[in-house]
């Protein structure tokens, strides 16, 4: 099968009310709904309802790599792409993010979404996730407690200061919650160089060990799906996962 047109990149389409956008390697192209600062109805007052370059690199990465069958958890999935690429790809999906985020465009999305990736209108579950009441209280939410989770994801979410403490302790809840720690897939954006830098150093300081993807690997997949590879220079896929359970917790 023969590579869909190349898709727009996120930056220059976040004034789209319905973003028309194809899965990597598929001939399925998704219509996602999405709201900005720019379309009609304003915004949600996050960044989590629109459509980013990482997520759009980091779903290109996974769905280029052999299928394996288990559960992917999705920290910001926002519009919803990445959830609905990985459940094309055959595997069940946990799509997380906030209530205001859920309810704006995210479980819509999905919904609608099922009917093209998926023959049922199962394989995705959608749950909220506030990360500040996770770190608060050290608590997940009950239907996630036990639910065994094989990979993690998370795009565009290392962007506020005062948020990447709570992703962080998030991350760390979830695979301490389970017998084995998960990979964790990391997609990001050096939109600030320092930023990114301090994030990465926490998350090595909480036993997070990430691993960046080799960039002419990158490229390379880039190059033979036919995108554009300089609208994504600033995007960086990390993979890794925590060393050992946090001091105080004992995995399920």
């Given at each position: ?7 727009e990149?996120a930056?220059?389409t976040k004034h ?12 399925t192209?998704?219509a ?5 600062s ?18 759009q ?5 996974l ?49 609608n ?13 959608v ?27 998370t ?42 830098d301090?994030?990465?150093h ?16 990158i ?11 300089e ?14 359970a ?7």
């Amino acid at each position: 099968m023969s590579n869909p047109p190349p898709p727009e990149p996120a930056s220059s389409t976040k004034h789209l009310s319905i973003l028309h956008h194809p899965i990597p390697f598929t001939s399925t192209t998704l219509a996602l709904r999405q709201i900005s600062s720019t379309t009609s109805g304003g915004s949600t007052g996050t960044t989590g309802s629109t459509l980013w370059l990482s997520a759009q690199l980091l779903s290109l990465y996974l769905l280029s790599l052999p299928n394996k069958k288990g559960t992917i958890l999705d920290l910001g999935s926002g519009i919803g792409y990445l959830p609905l690429c990985l459940r094309s790809k055959g595997y069940e999906v946990i799509a997380t993010d906030i209530p205001e985020v859920i309810e704006s465009v995210l479980r819509d999305n999905v919904d609608n979404g099922l009917a093209t990736v998926s023959s049922g209108k199962d394989g995705i579950e959608v749950v909220a996730l506030d990360w500040e009441t996770v770190s608060a209280t050290g608590n997940l939410p009950e239907c996630l407690t036990g639910k065994k989770i094989d990979i993690i994801t998370t795009s565009d979410t290392f962007y506020a200061p005062h948020l990447l403490r709570p992703l962080l302790a998030t991350l760390q809840a979830l695979s301490d919650n389970q017998k084995t720690p998960p990979v964790i897939y990391v997609g990001l954006e050096r939109r600030d160089p320092g930023l990114i830098d301090k994030a990465l150093h926490e998350a090595r300081s909480m036993g997070l060990n990430l691993n960046r993807i080799d960039k002419g690997r990158i490229d390379k997949l880039m190059f033979e799906a036919g995108w554009d590879g300089e609208e994504w220079d600033d995007v960086e896929i990390w993979k890794g996962k925590f060393a050992r359970a946090s001091s105080g917790r004992t995995r399920k």
